[in-house]
């Protein structure tokens, strides 16, 4: 139960998987045990509906990140379902009333993937499209056509009308992302031609890292999102003169708060399955093997 007025306890409604609940799972990350869970939905007894904000930071007033509305790089984060009991559960302590969004008008159990799947593109494109000039389109490259692919080509194409370009090995992922209004998908083989003004890397392997670079103009911007752990050298003639590269992590509760402004505005699609919370041991093995199609959100009865 909650023991201070800063503090909620809601009725979880569904949970995404995520694949960093494999790596929890697993103990490469976080701490174990734990009820993982980071893409919660759920019900306040105050507000209604509600999606959960998961990368709680520490929230000190000496901490900079914190301070500065950046919890999810705190250095000292103790993020739900990872670090701290998550959603996987009938119910969920949450340590401050402010990480409880209203999603009013949305269904929980179709947009619980915003919370980090959605949340992560979303930074990701923010940040690959801070420095577009306005006044001429621009052309962006996304790679990787899984589940935060699948959300930045909607973000791209809706809030900023770029050009976008989509490259996946699967065909059928870019048969996806065509549905979703990319103008050209290509297999990874095939990227070439006029530089890109801005490449988000959703793989983040040592060939996507190479395409990436490879692919950006001159002044563009690289955003790295995928856990792959692939490198590329940083020096001059190295890369395209003056190119900015920089990683993108989850994002920050105001980016949450205007994804959600923007699921409200402009249908997005989710494509997402649902299994009961009993089957949550399957839902991690089709993703694992990779045959989830989307994402997977676990719901509670
Ligand atoms: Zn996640
Ligand atoms: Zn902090």
Not at 2 to 11: C, G, K, R
Not at 15 to 40: F, K, M, N, Q, Y
Not at 244 to 253: A, E, K, M
Request: net charge negative.
């Amino acid at each position: 139960m909650a023991t201070s007025p800063n503090e909620a306890v809601i009725d979880v409604l569904g949970c995404g998987v995520c694949h960093s609940d494999l790596h929890v799972a697993d103990g490469h990350i976080g701490r174990t045990p734990i009820i993982l869970g980071h893409e919660v939905v759920g019900v306040d007894n105050r507000i209604g509906p509600v999606m959960v904000y998961a990368p709680w930071g520490c929230r000190r007033p000496e901490c900079r990140e914190c301070s500065s509305g950046k919890e999810m790089t705190c250095p000292d984060s103790h993020e739900a379902g990872v670090l701290d009991n998550g959603g996987y559960a009938e119910k969920m302590l949450v340590p401050q009333r402010d990480y409880l969004i209203p999603i009013e008008g949305l269904d929980p159990l179709q947009v619980a993937p915003l919370a980090c799947g959605g949340l992560t593109a979303f930074r990701a494109v923010r940040r690959a499209t801070s420095r577009w000039e306005s006044g001429r389109r621009a052309r962006a490259l996304v790679i990787g056509a899984g589940g935060l692919g699948q959300y930045a080509v909607q973000f791209l194409t809706r809030s900023t009308g770029a050009h976008v370009t989509v490259t996946d090995p699967l065909p059928a992922r870019l048969a996806v992302a065509r549905e979703l209004g990319a103008d050209v998908t290509l297999a990874p083989d095939d990227i070439g031609g006029e530089p890109y003004d801005s490449v988000i890397d959703f793989v983040g392997a040592e060939s996507t890292l190479q395409s990436a670079v490879m692919a950006v103009r001159r002044g563009g911007v690289v955003v790295l999102v995928g856990l792959f752990g692939g490198a590329v050298p940083f020096g001059l003639g190295r890369l395209p003169s003056e190119a900015w590269l920089t990683t993108s992590i989850w994002g920050s509760p105001a980016d949450l708060r205007a994804l959600l402004d923007l699921a409200q505005r402009e249908p997005l699609r989710h494509v997402v399955e649902h299994l009961p919370l009993d089957q949550a041991n399957r839902a991690h093995e089709l993703l694992r093997s990779g045959q989830s199609r989307g994402r997977i959100v676990l719901t509670i009865a």
